[in-house]
């Protein structure tokens, strides 16, 4: 009895890391809730129709915009391993406005969007489709302008890449286009973003 008893442990001992002691493979498309934080850089879409309305008004004037540092937060919920929805806010520094290279006024401006994710890939390595809707508000700063500034809808268009270090942290790119509309219909941007992603 006592030999049988050990040799059954014996066999179980063998058999165990084939099945209760092995790791289960990492999921990384896996369901749950994640919070993003990146750095961002925007670029203007508007420097030439900036130009076009003071040559209607003056000659000689050459108008120039930088671009604009800022930084985003998203947070959201993965539903399926290829579909997730977040919000998105994104807050723009200050795109400086300068004539004959002196700088007049800052525009500043900030979004905030709801999108949905697609996911093209599901291992390690995911890009993702990014569509979203949302309020953009933009506001002037400086040359003696009082300005509360306008909010109207924006449009989100683009894509990312969310690489994985572990399940719960990934490295996150995207390219945003943002397109808004009404009363901010002229201040389109290009938005690039760099961050860490969160997984709970």
């Known amino acids: 009895m006592k030999r049988a008893a050990v040799g059954t442990v014996a066999l179980l001992?063998?058999?165990w890391p084939a099945t209760g002691w092995a790791e289960a493979e990492p999921d990384y498309s896996r369901s749950g809730f994640y919070l993003g934080?990146?750095?961002?850089?925007?670029i203007d879409n508007y420097e030439d129709e900036l130009q076009d309305e003071v040559d209607s008004v003056v000659s000689g004037v050459d108008v120039s915009v930088d671009g604009s540092g800022g930084l985003g937060?998203?947070?959201?919920?993965?539903?399926?391993?290829?579909f997730a929805t977040e919000l998105q806010w994104e807050?723009?520094?200050?795109?400086d406005?300068?004539?004959n290279d002196v700088d007049l006024i800052t525009l500043e401006a900030w979004a905030l969007t709801a999108n949905s994710r697609i996911y093209l890939g599901t291992e390690?390595?995911?890009?993702?489709?990014?569509?979203?809707?949302g309020v953009y508000h933009?506001?002037?700063?400086?040359?003696?302008?009082?300005?509360?500034?306008?909010?109207?809808?924006?449009?989100?268009?683009?894509?990312?890449?969310?690489?994985?270090?572990?399940?719960?942290?990934?490295?996150?790119?995207?390219?945003?286009?943002?397109?808004?509309?009404?009363?901010?219909d002229d201040l389109d941007t290009a938005s690039f973003g760099l961050g860490v992603q969160f997984r709970f």
Do not use: C, M
Not at 37 to 42: K, N, T, V
Not at 91 to 95: A, H, L, M, N
């Open 73 to 82: 937060v998203r947070a959201g919920y993965r539903v399926w391993k290829r």
């Open 37 to 42: 934080l990146a750095g961002h850089y925007a």
């Open 97 to 99: 406005i300068a004539a």
């Open 138 to 184: 933009a506001e002037l700063d400086g040359g003696g302008i009082e300005d509360d500034g306008e909010t109207d809808l924006v449009v989100r268009l683009g894509g990312g890449i969310d690489l994985y270090a572990t399940e719960q942290i990934a490295l996150s790119f995207e390219a945003t286009y943002l397109l808004p509309k009404g009363d901010v």
């Open 91 to 95: 807050w723009q520094e200050g795109f």
């Open 13 to 15: 001992a063998l058999a």
């Open 124 to 133: 390690r390595l995911q890009p993702n489709v990014i569509v979203g809707l």
